[in-house]
C-alpha cells in the first residue's frame, strides 16, 4: 500500500471516532464554568484505556459568578517520566442570540463541510482528539515510555480563578511534574497545523481612578477636574515605548479599552475618571518594570494637582516560551507527516491556560484547530481536520514516548 493509501486509511480510523465524540460533547450546553456533564464522558472513556481519573472540585457550590465551583479532571496513565499532558477546556462562551444561529448552537450539525456547534472550533474537538489519540496510541502501544495525563477544566472562558490554576497548585504541592505540555486550543490560522504557539505574552490588566472635586462648570476655580488632571499622564502613558521585543515576541503594547467619566449633563465637572488598560508585555520587560514607568509617568503630572489617582492591577499571566527542542520538533513532525505543512512558530494572540503550566518548568505549545470563528456566532470547524488532528496528535505521543 503507497503511503498516500495509508495516511488515508489511519484519518478514516481518527474520523469517525472524533466526530462522534465531539459531536457527544458539543450537545452538552456548558457555558462557563458549567461543565454540564463533559467530563463525565471523557472519564469513563479514560478510565477504560487504563487512566486513573480524579475530580478537582474548587470553589463554592452555593455560589455563582467567579467564586461558583468549578469542576477539573486530572487523569493519569502511568507513573514514569516523562509525562505528556494533554490540556482543554469544557467550557465554552455563551451563544449570544441563538436566533443569529445559522443552526442552532447546542444542535451539532454537519453542513457545507463544516461542524456547527459552540465550541466546535474553542474547544470541544481539540478535547475529543486528543482523547481519540490517547484511546488508539495506548491500545497500540501498551507498554510505552512514560506517562499521558490529561488537564480539564470547565474555567478557562470565565475567571480562571478555579480551573487550571488550582489544578497545577494541587500538582505542584505533591511534586506531580509536567514534562510536556500540549493545550488543544484552536492555534491554526489558514490551514490545520499551520501555526503552533510556543509561547504567549504576558498580560498585566490595570483600573485607574482619578479623583477630582465635582462643581459647577463656569466656576472651575471651585473645583477639580479629573478628566483634565488625566489627559496629559494619559496621553504621555499611550505614546510611551515599552521595549522593542525580541526575535521571539512584538513588542510590549499597551491600550485603553475603557474610559468612563461624568454625569451626563452638560454644565458639571465631575467628581472621578476611570479608565482600564491592559499591557500586552514581552520577556523584555517584567511585571514590576510596567508598574514603575507607569506610575512615574503619573506621579509627574500628579505631584502638583489637586487631584489624585489609584491603580489597581491585576496579573493575568507572565510571558512565556517554549524554544525549539523536543516537544517543538515532535509536533512539527507530527505535523509535516499528516498534513505536508511546514509549521510556523508564533507567540501572538492572546492567553491561555498555558500560563499556568509554564512556570513549573514543563515545556509547552498549542496545537488545534483553526481559529477563524472562535466566540462568534456560527462557529464551527472543518469536519475533515477532525481526523486529521487526532492522527497529528498521535503521532506526537510515538514521536515522545517510544523509542
Same mark, same amino acid.
Given at each position: 500500500m503507497s503511503d498516500n493509501n495509508n495516511k488515508n486509511v489511519l484519518a478514516q480510523n481518527h474520523q469517525q471516532a472524533t466526530l462522534d465524540l465531539s459531536i457527544e460533547l458539543l450537545e452538552r450546553p456548558s457555558v462557563t464554568p458549567d461543565d454540564d456533564g463533559c467530563q463525565d464522558i471523557l472519564s469513563a472513556r479514560l478510565e477504560q484505556a487504563g487512566f486513573d481519573c480524579e475530580f478537582?472540585?474548587?470553589?463554592?457550590?452555593? @455560589?455563582?459568578?467567579?467564586? !461558583?465551583?468549578?469542576?477539573?479532571?486530572?487523569? &493519569?496513565?502511568?507513573?514514569?517520566?516523562?509525562?505528556?499532558?494533554?490540556?482543554?477546556?469544557?467550557?465554552?462562551? =455563551?451563544?449570544? #442570540?441563538?436566533?443569529?444561529?445559522?443552526?442552532? =448552537?447546542?444542535t451539532p450539525t454537519i453542513a457545507d463541510g463544516y461542524l456547527w456547534?459552540?465550541? /466546535?472550533?474553542?474547544?470541544?474537538?481539540?478535547?475529543?482528539?486528543?482523547?481519540?489519540?490517547?484511546?488508539?496510541?495506548?491500545?497500540?502501544? =501498551?507498554?510505552?515510555?512514560?506517562?499521558?495525563?490529561?488537564?480539564? +477544566?470547565?474555567?478557562?472562558?470565565? =475567571?480562571?480563578?478555579?480551573?487550571?490554576? @488550582?489544578?497545577?497548585e494541587t500538582l505542584e504541592a505533591r511534586d506531580e511534574k509536567i514534562t510536556y505540555c500540549l493545550v488543544g486550543e484552536p492555534s491554526s490560522t489558514n490551514t490545520l497545523g499551520d501555526i503552533i504557539k510556543n509561547g504567549r505574552r504576558g498580560s498585566l490588566g490595570a483600573e485607574l481612578t482619578v479623583t477630582g472635586k465635582q462643581g459647577h462648570v463656569a466656576y472651575p476655580h471651585l473645583a477639580c477636574n479629573p478628566i483634565h488632571a488625566a489627559m496629559a499622564a494619559l496621553s504621555e502613558l499611550t505614546a510611551a515605548e515599552w521595549d522593542t521585543g525580541n526575535d521571539y515576541f512584538p513588542a510590549t503594547s499597551l491600550q485603553i479599552s475603557n474610559l468612563n467619566s461624568g454625569t451626563g449633563a452638560t454644565n458639571v465637572i465631575p467628581e472621578t475618571l476611570e479608565a482600564v488598560f491592559n499591557f500586552r508585555f514581552s520577556t523584555e520587560t517584567t511585571e514590576e518594570e510596567l508598574k514603575e514607568k507607569t506610575h512615574a509617568i503619573f506621579d509627574k503630572y500628579f505631584a502638583g494637582s489637586k487631584a489624585n489617582y489609584d491603580i489597581r492591577w491585576k496579573l493575568s499571566g507572565n510571558p512565556?516560551?517554549?524554544?525549539?527542542?523536543?516537544?517543538?520538533?515532535?509536533?512539527?513532525? /507530527?505535523? @509535516?507527516?499528516?498534513?505536508?505543512?511546514?509549521?510556523?512558530?508564533? +507567540?501572538? #494572540?492572546?492567553?491561555?491556560?498555558?500560563?499556568?503550566?509554564?512556570?513549573?518548568?514543563?515545556?509547552?505549545?498549542?496545537?488545534? $484547530?483553526?481559529?477563524?470563528?472562535?466566540?462568534? $456566532?456560527?462557529?464551527?470547524?472543518?469536519?475533515?481536520?477532525?481526523? &486529521?488532528? !487526532?492522527?497529528?496528535?498521535?503521532?506526537?505521543? @510515538?514521536?515522545?514516548?517510544?523509542d
Amino acid at each position: 500500500m503507497s503511503d498516500n493509501n495509508n495516511k488515508n486509511v489511519l484519518a478514516q480510523n481518527h474520523q469517525q471516532a472524533t466526530l462522534d465524540l465531539s459531536i457527544e460533547l458539543l450537545e452538552r450546553p456548558s457555558v462557563t464554568p458549567d461543565d454540564d456533564g463533559c467530563q463525565d464522558i471523557l472519564s469513563a472513556r479514560l478510565e477504560q484505556a487504563g487512566f486513573d481519573c480524579e475530580f478537582m472540585y474548587f470553589g463554592d457550590r452555593d @455560589k455563582t459568578g467567579e467564586h !461558583a465551583e468549578v469542576k477539573n479532571l486530572w487523569a &493519569r496513565r502511568g507513573a514514569a517520566h516523562p509525562v505528556i499532558c494533554f490540556a482543554g477546556h469544557t467550557d465554552v462562551v =455563551p451563544t449570544g #442570540g441563538v436566533n443569529n444561529w445559522t443552526y442552532p =448552537p447546542f444542535t451539532p450539525t454537519i453542513a457545507d463541510g463544516y461542524l456547527w456547534a459552540r465550541g /466546535a472550533a474553542d474547544m470541544k474537538t481539540g478535547i475529543a482528539a486528543f482523547t481519540i489519540a490517547s484511546e488508539r496510541f495506548v491500545a497500540n502501544h =501498551p507498554e510505552h515510555n512514560g506517562s499521558i495525563a490529561m488537564l480539564i +477544566t470547565s474555567d478557562e472562558e470565565g =475567571p480562571s480563578i478555579n480551573g487550571t490554576v @488550582k489544578v497545577i497548585e494541587t500538582l505542584e504541592a505533591r511534586d506531580e511534574k509536567i514534562t510536556y505540555c500540549l493545550v488543544g486550543e484552536p492555534s491554526s490560522t489558514n490551514t490545520l497545523g499551520d501555526i503552533i504557539k510556543n509561547g504567549r505574552r504576558g498580560s498585566l490588566g490595570a483600573e485607574l481612578t482619578v479623583t477630582g472635586k465635582q462643581g459647577h462648570v463656569a466656576y472651575p476655580h471651585l473645583a477639580c477636574n479629573p478628566i483634565h488632571a488625566a489627559m496629559a499622564a494619559l496621553s504621555e502613558l499611550t505614546a510611551a515605548e515599552w521595549d522593542t521585543g525580541n526575535d521571539y515576541f512584538p513588542a510590549t503594547s499597551l491600550q485603553i479599552s475603557n474610559l468612563n467619566s461624568g454625569t451626563g449633563a452638560t454644565n458639571v465637572i465631575p467628581e472621578t475618571l476611570e479608565a482600564v488598560f491592559n499591557f500586552r508585555f514581552s520577556t523584555e520587560t517584567t511585571e514590576e518594570e510596567l508598574k514603575e514607568k507607569t506610575h512615574a509617568i503619573f506621579d509627574k503630572y500628579f505631584a502638583g494637582s489637586k487631584a489624585n489617582y489609584d491603580i489597581r492591577w491585576k496579573l493575568s499571566g507572565n510571558p512565556f516560551l517554549t524554544p525549539e527542542g523536543k516537544l517543538v520538533s515532535a509536533c512539527q513532525n /507530527a505535523i @509535516k507527516s499528516v498534513t505536508g505543512t511546514d509549521t510556523t512558530l508564533s +507567540t501572538s #494572540g492572546g492567553t491561555s491556560d498555558g500560563r499556568f503550566i509554564a512556570p513549573t518548568g514543563a515545556q509547552v505549545v498549542e496545537l488545534g $484547530v483553526r481559529n477563524a470563528t472562535i466566540h462568534q $456566532v456560527d462557529e464551527k470547524v472543518e469536519v475533515d481536520d477532525l481526523g &486529521r488532528l !487526532a492522527q497529528i496528535y498521535e503521532g506526537i505521543l @510515538k514521536n515522545l514516548l517510544l523509542d
